[in-house]
């Protein structure tokens, strides 16, 4: 039997106790091993589910545990690249939460630091570990909808309320953008392969951080648009549309959370087949995708490229807006 993938956190993030922690702590082939806090209040909440996790008080202190295989963090945005590069030097394998960077060409590096390495260094984007993303990729480039003309989708939350929440605050890389725009914009390119050509923005600030954007695009083969918000009631859709069919995704990004992971095809006869995966949780199978690459060299479904590709589409928005 092949040995798990032991696994750091660098900082006690609420995200990372909640969902990717216990995620790893679930994953097959993956074993949490230690955590970086020097909060001894923070460690408990991980140790609630994990209880032999190994605490280090700082993050250096974990990069240089020889017990660590994998590094995963899930730190405020500004501080992505920097940890993410001194984990590489560390000898340690990647998976850093999104955005990577704030600006596409800061990827560059870390790129380079992965070839050189050869270590699996990526950004966790999980939704392409989910099977209702993986089944959309797979009927699109079937043809199940025809060919395909418009992709449209809506990311909304309401957190006005909470001013110190890191989304909120400029100097943390906040924005609707980095943290919810990732999605619409980066499924709707997995899916197609596609880049776009054109692209407008409409962009609300408040405090120099994005809480309103609508975007309108063009890529080769179907026009694109899609709204972004921190200000608005909760919704999340995503629909592919061709010209034999629709395929619509209710609860694309936070499934099982935000509702169920229903995915509906619209066919030609006026009937809709729902395919559900009730059980899928897309942490989890992405720690499992990452040991599988770790161990056996299988592909990973998300790369630091497929990243730039992203921010480079959010960097157009704010210099679109702006």
């Known amino acids: 039997m092949q040995k798990p993938v032991r696994w750091g956190i660098l900082g006690a993030s609420n995200f990372a106790k909640g969902a990717t922690g216990p995620a790893i702590h679930a994953a097959k082939g993956a074993k949490l091993v230690a955590l970086a806090t020097s909060s001894a209040e923070k460690a408990a909440g991980y140790q609630a589910f994990c209880p032999d996790l190994k605490i280090h008080s700082s993050y250096d202190s974990l990069l240089s545990d020889p017990d660590i295989d994998a590094v995963y963090i899930p730190l405020p945005n500004h501080l992505h690249v920097e940890w993410a590069l001194k984990a590489m030097d560390a000898g340690k394998h990647v998976l850093c939460e999104k955005p990577v960077a704030l600006k596409a060409e800061e990827i560059d590096p870390l790129i380079a630091k992965r070839d050189e390495t050869g270590l699996l260094a990526t950004e966790a ?18 043809g199940a909808i025809g060919d395909l003309v418009h992709v449209d989708g809506v990311f909304s939350f309401n957190n006005a309320e909470d001013k110190t929440n890191i989304r909120n605050r400029p100097e943390t890389g906040g924005g609707a953008l980095p943290d919810i725009g990732v999605y619409t914009f980066g499924s709707a390119r997995w899916v197609t392969g596609q880049e776009p050509d054109t692209l407008t923005a409409d962009i609300t600030f408040e405090n120099d951080v994005d809480v309103i954007t609508r975007v309108t695009a063009r890529f080769p ?20 549309h061709g010209t034999e069919g629709v395929i619509h995704l209710s609860a694309p990004f936070n499934p099982n959370s935000f509702g169920p992971a229903i995915l509906r095809l619209h066919q030609p006869n006026q009937s809709i087949r729902e ?26 479904a998300w790369t630091f490229e497929d990243a730039k590709g992203t921010q480079a589409m959010i960097d157009r928005a704010y210099a679109a807006a702006r």
């Open 275 to 300: 395919e559900r995966f009730p059980s899928a949780n897309h942490y989890v199978t992405q720690f499992e995708a990452f040991g599988d690459s770790v161990r056996n060299g299988t592909p990973f």
């Open 125 to 142: 984007y999980m939704i392409v570990h989910h099977p209702q993303w993986q089944r959309t990729k797979q009927l699109v480039e079937d």
């Open 221 to 240: 083969s179907f026009s694109y648009n899609c709204v972004i918000s921190m200000r608005m009631h909760p919704r999340q859709d995503m629909f592919f």
